[in-house]
């Protein structure tokens, strides 16, 4: 699997694409340039490219939505650039906070589709992870999962998925104050929402190279996390194009199982999958793959199927998250008894694999692993 395979699915989700980014009165959306499309929109206008890393810092390091508070711009520059771009965010219709402080936000993007996103935090710490959307819906239609009950209605822009971390920023004052302070509550990035990102590669590539960037938001790789059920041939270029950490939904041991509840595995078997994780660059004792498993009741979370897992992903730096089953709305599925959860983790730990059971966050607001989903639907085509 090469180049041709990467190609062919890249032009099977072109017809997904995100609408442009401009404003029906013209103005362009700033958010999700890069620096070399930005300054080049600079030029279109006769600014000089000294400029493109002021209104960076003030875009992306200070969060500012308003051209009149980019102090170091002259006033006339101000308004020349608020007459040609804008600073936009998505809108949340609506933010619900858990009874565990898990936030949900449902976006609401310029086109009316929506997408939610997730903050988990780690009281702890002080910290937290931001669970990121990458398409409206989900072609992957995976069983135990409420958002592949929703078809793909289109993919999310770069813009769009950097927005969402920004406006949960927002959310949280967590833009640099006066003094220089810079609260870090929203520590990290799990490309873990609707959608498989990796079907949707150029944009999140785009979005997290934008994240990244030392001069705005300057989020380290090593705190984003990438999450895939198993799209091979892209696995291969995320890794060598942005080495952030990768997170695989494997859920199943077994072939025909897989098939059943993930189907992607059809294209993309388990033995293809594995392989790909062996070679996953930025796989290191330091920067584990995490394998996510799913424990669904009397399906998958048998001791034999535990000491399977241990031999596939022998050899691999690698953690296994296990994954209570959060049900949802008309789910076929239970979560396995805890009992059971323990005597599979008990397993894996004994190899000498990490083996966490993962908390379910967010499950009263329907904001647990599996559990997003929104109303937004692809129009049909005018006959």
């Known amino acids: 699997m090469g180049e041709a395979e990467r190609a062919r699915i890249m032009a099977k989700t072109a017809r997904f694409a995100p609408p442009a980014a401009v404003l029906a009165d013209g103005r362009r959306e700033i958010i999700g340039l890069s620096r070399e499309e930005l300054t080049d929109a600079l030029a279109a206008i006769g600014e000089k490219p000294f400029r493109t890393k002021q209104v960076w810092h003030w875009v992306y390091h200070q969060g500012v939505t308003d051209f009149r508070r980019m102090s170091s711009l002259a006033r006339p520059l101000q308004e020349k650039l608020a007459e040609r771009f804008v600073i936009g965010r998505p809108e949340a219709s609506t933010v619900q906070t858990s009874s565990d402080e898990t936030r949900k936000f449902l976006f609401r993007f310029r086109d009316g589709q929506e997408a939610e996103t997730v903050y988990i935090p780690d009281r702890r710490e002080d910290r937290g992870a931001v669970c990121i959307s990458s398409q409206v819906g989900c072609t992957l239609s995976c069983r135990f999962c409420h958002t592949g009950t929703q078809a793909l209605v289109r993919n999310l822009g770069a813009a769009e998925i950097v927005g969402q971390f920004m406006a949960a920023r927002d959310s949280y004052g967590e833009w640099p104050s006066p003094r220089g302070e810079t609260p870090r509550l929203l520590s990290t990035i799990v490309l873990m929402g609707m959608g498989e990102p990796l079907?949707?590669?150029?944009?999140?590539?785009?979005?997290?190279?934008?994240?990244?960037?030392?001069?705005?938001?300057?989020?380290?790789?090593?705190?984003?996390t990438l999450s895939t059920s198993g799209v091979v041939p892209m696995m291969d270029r995320c890794g060598a194009e942005l080495g952030i950490n990768l997170a695989v939904s494997l859920h199943a041991v077994r072939d025909e199982l897989r098939d059943e509840i993930v189907p992607l595995n059809r294209k993309y078997p388990i033995r293809e999958l594995i392989e790909a994780c062996r070679r996953y660059p930025a796989a290191s004792n330091a920067r584990r793959i995490t394998f996510e498993y799913i424990m669904l009741r009397g399906?998958?979370?048998?001791?034999?199927?535990?000491?399977e897992l241990v031999r596939l992903i022998s050899g691999i730096p690698a953690k296994v998250n296990l994954i209570p089953f959060n049900p949802w709305p008309g789910s076929d599925y239970q979560p396995s008894t805890r009992e059971q959860l323990a005597k599979f983790a008990q397993i894996v730990m004994d190899a000498g694999f990490a083996s966490p059971i993962r908390m379910p966050r967010g499950r009263d607001i329907l904001a647990a692993c599996g559990q997003l989903r929104t109303e937004s639907r692809r129009e049909r085509p005018a006959a």
């Open 199 to 224: 079907y949707n590669y150029d944009n999140v590539a785009k979005a997290m190279r934008i994240i990244m960037d030392g001069e705005g938001i300057a989020l380290s790789r090593r705190r984003i």
């Open 299 to 307: 399906v998958n979370d048998s001791e034999a199927e535990a000491r």
